[in-house]
């Protein structure tokens, strides 16, 4: 069956950057709006990032705009984000996911999803 495979993630300081990696297997890559969302505890699963097939577009959740980037390599079936400026508040469950219908922040348009990484920020 689709998996996605997250990795990257990690414990780091305050100020630091991550880059995390989305591996997807079974499914043809270029033809899913990927998006990456985040799960603190407690809280409600919250979109970080979203990159269409083409790389043409990319959206970002109000919370990372300057500080995130998303990419992906069609060839390597693989979606990243580049983490800058972390902070704290960052700190949650990191998952990857794909729409085959547009994609978007709306998690419930998505097919697919990984098992997630954590991502601890510390102080």
């Known amino acids: 069956q689709v998996q996605l495979v997250e990795s990257g993630g990690g414990l780091v300081q305050a100020g630091s950057s991550l880059r995390l990696s989305c591996a997807a297997s079974?499914?043809?890559?270029?033809?899913?709006?990927m998006g990456w969302f985040r799960q603190a505890p407690g809280k409600e699963r919250e979109f970080v990032a979203g990159?269409?097939?083409?790389?043409?577009?990319?959206f970002y959740g109000d919370s990372v705009k300057g500080r995130f980037s998303i990419s992906r390599d069609n060839t390597k079936n693989t979606v990243y984000l580049q983490m800058n400026s972390l902070n704290p508040e960052d700190t949650a469950v990191y998952y990857c996911?794909?729409?085959?219908?547009?994609?978007?922040?709306?998690?419930?348009?998505?097919?697919?999803w990984g098992q997630g990484t954590q991502v601890t920020v510390s102080s």
């Open positions: 990159v269409n097939w083409s790389s043409s577009r990319t």
């Open positions: 079974r499914l043809i890559f270029s033809n899913y709006f």
């Open positions: 996911a794909g729409s085959r219908t547009g994609g978007g922040s709306n998690p419930d348009v998505y097919n697919y």
